[in-house]
């Protein structure tokens, strides 16, 4: 790891985007950390005698983002399958593949995508995907925070296998890495899954006590798929079953019906809103403005490489602040304050971390990065929190830490080696297509 667990650190002279509850920015701040923790937010505390100084003038430090749904792995699988309809994108390009994956596919896809996402200022992610053992050593080894849940489906016949899996994964990892790692179970939709594998994972989740991540009304025929076979939305369909009696994680909920609003907030579920994979795969403008109108907490995400093509949340964060605006007809949808809340807090809330992540104040844990706000770009600085939203990008961040570690520096990682990383992901992506070929007899 990049720095001793007990290291004292000082950032000093620089802007603090807070992102706490009264949305605070402070200028020429400091940041004092020790060990994990976050001890002093503004001014160190007067018998702070920092082992280290880190020069904050001309940077900005904020949370680190949060990225609330992806497929981690799916890296692996960028620019494979593009300009496609949803159905065709998944069913005759990536599942195919996925039926070919190995845990070593997984290994590399994960290490690739947490590099990504360590240089774009991303500190914790929530992951739902395969071999999710490969996912957790990789993101105990490179220092980042994780959510991971094992993808749950009984269409193929093999429910069981993978409710044991998940329930095993959760046994494994739930709080290593010293609490770094925390595990959920991850149905992967209502289409994926029956009633009764969705009941059955309802009585896994109270008994381990966890929270569920679950695709919610992706698509137009999700939709109308349900009302078909269920008399019902997607959402009214999880809430007869009860599943949102587990804290629950919605991913995308685009196509949502009045009652389904009501629902979402009356049972305090999160949604991750992924407006880079809506729009490429045309599944839609997720009603974001009316879901924060019924308090409903709306996270940020990116979805998989596959279908967005990058894990860059500062584009995500770019495209919330300007597609609500056009789809609303109006200038003050989605706020830059707003937005930051949905890459940040709202996503520790999604992930039941807010206590330890998710702002700056003392007492939480330092997962926090620094941007360079000296650039071409980014000058003058009227708006720290517009700054964020509409000016920057992933590539001006230079330092990130997670737990008092540093995993980036001056834009150079400190826990992983990016050369062979590109090289071994790259290998191994040609692989993947390879093996699904040879062994497709289509
Ligand atoms: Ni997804």
């Known amino acids: 790891m990049g720095c001793l667990k007990s290291m004292k650190l000082l950032i000093n002279n620089t802007t603090i985007v807070t992102v706490n509850d009264q949305d605070q920015i402070l200028e020429h701040a400091d940041l004092a950390v020790s060990g994990k923790t976050i001890v002093g937010v503004g001014k ?19 949370p680190g983002l949060i990225n609330a749904h992806t497929h981690l792995s799916m890296t692996l699988m960028r620019n494979y399958a593009d300009d496609l309809p949803f159905s065709d994108w998944l069913f005759k390009k990536i599942k195919p593949l996925e039926d070919h994956l190995l845990a070593e596919d997984v ?23 395969f071999f999710m053992d490969e996912v957790a050593s990789e993101v105990e080894s490179s220092g980042i925070r994780a959510c991971l849940t094992s ?47 969705l009941r059955e994972i309802l009585i896994e989740g109270r008994r381990l006590n966890c929270g ?4 919610v009304s992706e698509t137009a025929d999700e939709l109308s798929e349900s009302r078909r076979l269920h008399g019902c939305t997607p959402v009214q369909h999880l809430s007869n079953l009860e599943l949102f009696s587990l804290p629950t994680l919605a991913a995308h909920a685009v196509h949502l019906e009045e009652e389904d609003f009501k629902l979402l907030s009356e049972n305090g579920v999160s949604v991750s809103h992924n407006p880079g994979s809506n729009l490429k795969l045309a599944n839609g403008f997720a009603p974001v403005e009316k879901m924060l109108k019924h308090s409903i907490n709306v996270a940020l995400g990116t979805d998989g490489a596959a279908s967005n093509n990058n894990l860059n949340l500062f584009e995500e964060i770019h495209l919330a602040g300007l597609m609500h605006k056009a789809v609303n007809n109006s200038a003050t ?110």
């Not at 290490?111 to 992610?125: D, N, P, S, V």
């Not at 569920?212 to 695709?215: K, S, T």
């Not at 050369?419 to 062994?439: C, D, N, T, V």
Request: with cysteine.
């Open 333 to 442: 949808a989605l706020p830059a304050k707003t937005v930051i809340r949905m890459a940040t807090i709202n996503g520790a809330k999604a992930l039941k971390l807010d206590e330890e992540v998710g702002s700056l104040e003392t007492g939480k844990k330092a997962d926090l990065i620094m941007l360079d706000i000296r650039q071409p770009h980014l000058v003058p600085c009227h708006d720290p929190l517009a700054l964020l939203v509409y000016s920057a990008q992933a590539s001006d961040v230079t330092t990130v830490m997670v737990d008092g570690n540093i995993l980036m520096e001056e834009r150079q990682l400190q826990t992983l080696e990016m050369g062979p990383i590109l090289e071994q992901a790259a290998h191994q992506s040609l692989e993947l297509i390879e093996r699904s070929q040879s062994r497709c007899p289509f």
């Open 107 to 129: 290994r590399l896809g994960a290490k690739l995508g947490i590099a990504e996402m360590i240089r774009g200022g991303t500190t914790c992610f929530h992951d739902m995907y």
């Open 44 to 62: 160190a505390p007067l018998d702070f005698i920092p082992d280290r100084v880190i020069d904050g003038k001309g940077k900005l430090v904020m």
């Open 212 to 215: 569920i991540h679950i695709h």
């Open 151 to 197: 993808a749950l489906f009984d269409v193929s016949g093999n429910g069981e296998a993978l409710l044991a899996q998940g329930c095993r994964l959760h046994k494994d990892w739930n709080g290593r890495s010293e609490g770094r790692i925390t595990v959920q179970l991850g149905p992967h939709s209502p289409y994926l899954c029956s009633p009764e594998y």
